[in-house]
């Protein structure tokens, strides 16, 4: 086993590392930054090491500071959390030739899933269905005018090296296309450093799907059932996310996970990822990229596998086999986890930041908190406004929904404006309690009411 896993994150993220660490016995060590002092992944660590000012590319981003502090710590492994170095293959290899194990997929693994035109690349020839589109990077708007007129609009725009929602533009027609090729380009050179774009198919009203798989060294790997994630900001964020996705049939479930881990299979991958897919009202699916990392809404998968995804990952790191087999994996009950984040949906969800003054925290039967934050804690205008991820377990839907609702209810935060109030109004809809909604729900009920409504 592991002996001291040195955790290259902030926030909810490095706290969920640090606490499996100590379940099993292996030393952790947190980094943090000048303004992270009082994060509480700073305060429950075994050791914690500062590597810089407050801004990320000063401390977390800080790939000189971030090596040096993993090997003075003297840590056998690294987790990367999600963001930051997470997908970076020059992370993992610079660690690699420290001789200090990368808790994640081999450096290939993140090379070939790294952008979105190879990973599709990669989807395609394991036989998986992708959105229609581009053949690889697009050089041009006349090319990309072109090919949009094979494939039929409306299309979207997107970044190849894009994340997070960044980098995507819908357009309608072809009148529109050369003004939103510029925007977009700019916005990927600016964002991810690359103008390279691909073209897409725009899935009228999908649901985002997507399938959580795990490998070991020894050449096993399963999927764990699928995440509904179609309750997405007006970003192509994530807000809400569920599992299973209720209406799912289990014939088009087992379809989805074993083309999944053919993907994955086909650039050599191991340990924790996860596969993203277009889902259609026909039951189509479409891969849509790979995430070569745990994801923010891990949990859900969690709570209805009983598999602690964190404590797995850890297991495979250190050269141990899969504990289970396809065959173990059964899911039990629903699960929605909600991102309370520091941000006002009425001001076009501007951040907020300032001192926490009052934080009172649902709890009660099937409920977890995944946080960092704590009344007189200050957050910080530095980082992601992700301040909770609140995770409700019913044995159904309608139990978890009804939790979910309670949980909004009780939660209480002062001192910085939060999107709860948001989220409860959001929770009322008939169409979200009822599981009826798609990708493009949120902005449609936004424009429908309007802030103050
Ligand atoms: P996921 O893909 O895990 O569902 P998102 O797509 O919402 O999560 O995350 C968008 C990107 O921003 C991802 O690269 C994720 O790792 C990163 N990210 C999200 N939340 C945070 C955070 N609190 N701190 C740092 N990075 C984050
Ligand atoms: P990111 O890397 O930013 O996570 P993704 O390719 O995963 O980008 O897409 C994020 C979201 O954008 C999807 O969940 C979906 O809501 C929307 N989206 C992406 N591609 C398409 C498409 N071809 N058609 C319709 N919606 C899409
Ligand atoms: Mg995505």
């Not at 002996?3 to 379940?23: D, F, P, Q, S, T």
């Not at 407050?54 to 790939?63: A, C, I, R, T, W």
């Not at 190849?160 to 050369?178: C, K, M, Q, T, Y």
């Not at 991958?269 to 889902?279: D, K, M, R, S």
Request: charged fraction near 20%; charge should be negative; include cysteine.
């Amino acid at each position: 086993m592991l002996k001291k896993v040195l955790v290259a994150n902030r926030g909810e993220i490095a706290c969920r590392v640090i606490r499996a660490c100590r379940e099993m016995g292996i030393r952790s060590v947190a980094i943090y930054s000048q303004a992270d002092k009082e994060s509480l992944h700073t305060l429950i660590a075994d050791e914690a090491i500062c590597v810089g000012a407050g801004s990320n590319g000063d401390s977390y981003l800080n790939l000189a500071n971030v090596l040096m502090a993993a090997q003075i710590s003297g840590a056998d492994a690294v987790h990367p959390g999600y963001g930051y170095f997470s997908e970076r293959a020059h992370f993992a290899e610079a660690l690699e030739s420290l001789g200090i194990k990368f808790i994640g997929p081999p450096v290939k693994a993140i090379e070939g899933m790294g952008d979105k035109a190879r990973a599709k690349e990669a989807a395609i020839a394991s036989g998986c269905p992708v959105v229609p589109g581009s053949d690889g990077v697009v050089a041009s708007d006349l090319e990309a005018l072109q090919i949009a007129d094979q494939i039929g609009y409306p299309i979207l725009l997107k970044a190849v090296a894009g994340g997070g929602g960044r980098g995507i533009r819908r357009v309608d027609g072809p009148d529109e296309l050369s003004q939103l090729w510029k925007t977009a380009q700019a916005e990927a050179q600016a964002s991810f450093g690359s103008g390279e774009m691909l073209l897409e198919k725009c899935i009228v009203e999908p649901r985002h799907v997507e399938i959580q798989i795990i490998g070991d060294q020894h050449g096993n790997m399963i999927y764990l059932g699928e995440r509904e994630c179609s309750i997405q900001n007006l970003r192509h964020q994530k807000m809400i996310e569920e599992a299973p996705y209720a209406f799912l049939p289990a014939e088009i479930r087992r379809k989805m996970g074993e083309a999944a881990v053919k993907v994955a299979w086909s650039v050599g991958y191991q340990n924790a990822g996860t596969v993203e897919f277009l889902v259609d009202e026909n039951f189509d699916f479409y891969f849509l990229e790979m995430n070569t990392r745990l994801q923010v809404e891990h949990p859900v998968t969690e709570e209805i596998t009983g598999v602690d995804l964190m404590q797995l990952m850890l297991r495979v790191a250190a050269g141990e086999s899969l504990p289970i087999k396809q065959a173990d994996v059964q899911l039990n009950g629903h699960a929605i986890e909600a991102r309370i984040t520091a941000q006002d949906p009425d001001k076009d969800f501007a951040p907020s930041t300032g001192k926490i003054t009052e934080w009172r925290a649902p709890g009660g039967r099937g409920i977890r908190m995944d946080t960092h934050c704590y009344a007189g804690y200050s957050v910080s205008p530095f980082y992601d406004p992700m301040l909770a991820k609140l995770i409700v377990k019913g044995k159904d839907r309608a139990e978890a929904v009804a939790r979910l609702q309670s949980a909004l209810h009780e939660f209480h935060v002062a001192g910085i404006t939060t999107n709860i109030p948001y989220l409860r109004r959001l929770c009322a809809t008939p169409e979200w309690i009822a599981g009826d909604f798609h990708t493009g729900f949120v902005p449609q009920w936004m424009a429908a009411n309007p802030a103050g409504a």
